[in-house]
């Protein structure tokens, strides 16, 4: 009885295969350390790289000490980041001025939920020998990859703060946004698009998985890995997936059935 309980439960797991590596091509960087360095990582993960990136110190790789972040103590820094993200001006005098009141309300809320949004490190972000605060936003919906409706759109975008919380550094940010379609849309707007920060052998690196419809089909399905140096930030690689593995709302997810959640940073939705 208990062999062929124990047939039948490996026969069950036999139908469920386990989460498969991806596979990627690296166009830019062969030969470059840091390059081939992350296309290992990418080749090693178990979940999507869309969602969340491991880095892992076997290959040298190491993710920065990502703390949750005060939101209900930097209200205004929060709101600043929103609207940079939404408009593209932190200080703009468009619609979103006038709803100053809501909008604060709205991040208090957010920032009153158990599973923190929004996280922080201090980072060397432009290598030149000072750490900046870099906050860094989660979306609930990096798993749900529906590639359509612009209100499902996931988004995970790294802002540079300044250096007493109090708003955004516009210099720095501007370094890090790497937003394919800026003639078209805002710089700040990360639709589909995922940030990671990294070091390798002493110097800092920041990532972007990009989903983005650019025009430019080589860029979509894409890892990029960018270093910023003083005031100039360079594409040292670019790691395009062969086989992409997309999924829809209310179908299973690649790796596991994705819970519905609501769309965040679009238009401010709690």
Request: charged share 25%; proline share 6%.
């Amino acid at each position: 009885m208990k062999k062929s309980l124990l047939l039948l439960l490996l026969l069950w797991a036999a139908m469920f295969p386990l989460a498969q590596a991806g596979d990627y091509q690296l166009i830019i960087g062969e030969q470059v350390d840091v390059c081939e360095a992350c296309k290992r990582n990418l080749e090693g993960m178990t979940v999507h790289p869309a969602c969340e990136r491991d880095y892992s110190d076997q290959l040298g790789l190491e993710a920065p000490e990502w703390k949750p972040f005060d939101v209900g103590g930097h209200i205004g820094a929060m709101e600043r980041v929103l609207r940079y993200l939404a408009t593209g001006d932190e200080f703009t005098d468009d619609r979103y001025k006038s709803d100053d009141d809501r909008d604060a309300d709205l991040v208090r809320r957010i920032g009153m939920k158990e599973e923190p949004w929004a996280y922080w490190a201090q980072v060397d972000i432009n290598n030149d020998g000072k750490a900046e605060p870099v906050l860094k936003l989660h979306s609930a919906l990096c798993k749900l990859r529906n590639g359509g409706s612009i209100g499902q759109a996931y988004s995970a975008p790294i802002v540079v703060l300044n250096e007493d919380l109090s708003g955004i550094d516009r210099a720095l940010t501007d370094l890090v946004v790497q937003n394919p379609r800026k003639e078209e849309t805002v710089a700040g707007t990360t639709n589909y698009q995922l940030y990671g920060v990294f070091s390798f052998k002493g110097e800092m690196y920041f990532d972007r998985w990009n989903d983005t419809d650019s025009g430019d089909e080589s860029e979509r399905f894409t890892l990029s890995i960018y270093e910023a140096k003083g005031n100039t930030t360079r594409t040292l690689c670019q790691m395009k997936e062969l086989q992409v593995r997309r999924w829809s709302p209310g179908k299973p997810c690649a790796f596991r059935h994705c819970p519905p959640a609501k769309p965040f940073p679009v238009r401010l939705t709690p």
